[in-house]
C-alpha cells in the first residue's frame, strides 16, 4: 500500500513514527517500528515508509489515537488499546489494557517518555509508567 484511500481525521506523531486515523474508525501506521510501535506482530528496525491499516483493530471503531514512545487508540467504546514496547509490556500488536468499569476514559494521552494518563468522565486523573523524575504525580519517584 502507498496511500491511504480513506479520508484523514487525525495524525499523531511519536519519537519517529506516526499514526493516520480515518473518518472510518482505521488506524494507518507507518516510520519506525525498532520497538513494536507500527503494531504489526514484530518489531523490526527497517520499519514502514507507507501507511498500513492495522487489522487487529478492524473489529472496532476507533476514536482518538496518541503516539509516544508506543502508541495507543481509543475505541469508540471508550476501551484503551496499547501496543510496543514500554514500561506497559511488549505487544506488537494492540493489546486491551484492563480499566476499572467504574473509570470510562474522556481523555488521554502518552509520552514520549513511556508515560499514560487518563481523564475519567468524572474529570479524575490516572498515570502510569516510568516515574523516574517524579513525572506521573504521585508524590514518589
Known amino acids: 500500500m502507498t496511500a491511504i484511500d480513506e479520508r484523514i481525521t487525525e495524525i499523531a506523531c511519536g519519537d519517529a513514527h506516526s499514526l493516520a486515523l480515518s473518518e472510518n474508525g482505521e488506524v494507518y501506521t507507518f516510520g519506525d517500528n525498532s520497538r513494536g510501535q507500527l503494531g504489526y506482530g514484530h518489531s523490526s528496525y527497517r520499519?514502514?515508509?507507507?501507511?498500513?491499516?492495522i487489522e487487529e483493530l478492524?473489529?472496532?471503531?476507533?476514536?482518538?489515537?496518541?503516539?509516544?514512545?508506543?502508541s495507543a487508540a481509543l475505541a469508540?467504546?471508550?476501551?484503551?488499546?496499547?501496543?510496543?514496547?514500554?514500561?506497559?509490556?511488549k505487544f506488537y500488536?494492540?493489546?486491551?489494557?484492563?480499566?476499572?468499569?467504574s473509570c470510562t476514559i474522556?481523555?488521554?494521552?502518552?509520552?514520549?517518555?513511556?508515560?499514560?494518563?487518563?481523564?475519567?468522565?468524572?474529570k479524575l486523573l490516572y498515570t502510569w509508567g516510568h516515574n523516574d523524575k517524579g513525572q506521573l504525580g504521585h508524590g514518589d519517584f
Open 58 to 70: 478492524t473489529f472496532c471503531k476507533i476514536a482518538k489515537i496518541r503516539a509516544g514512545l508506543f
Open 93 to 101: 500488536t494492540p493489546k486491551l489494557i484492563q480499566i476499572p468499569q
Open 47 to 53: 520499519g514502514n515508509a507507507h501507511p498500513h491499516r
Open 106 to 122: 474522556e481523555e488521554f494521552e502518552i509520552s514520549r517518555g513511556g508515560v499514560v494518563a487518563i481523564i475519567s468522565q468524572k
Open 76 to 89: 469508540q467504546n471508550k476501551n484503551l488499546y496499547l501496543w510496543g514496547e514500554s514500561i506497559c509490556g
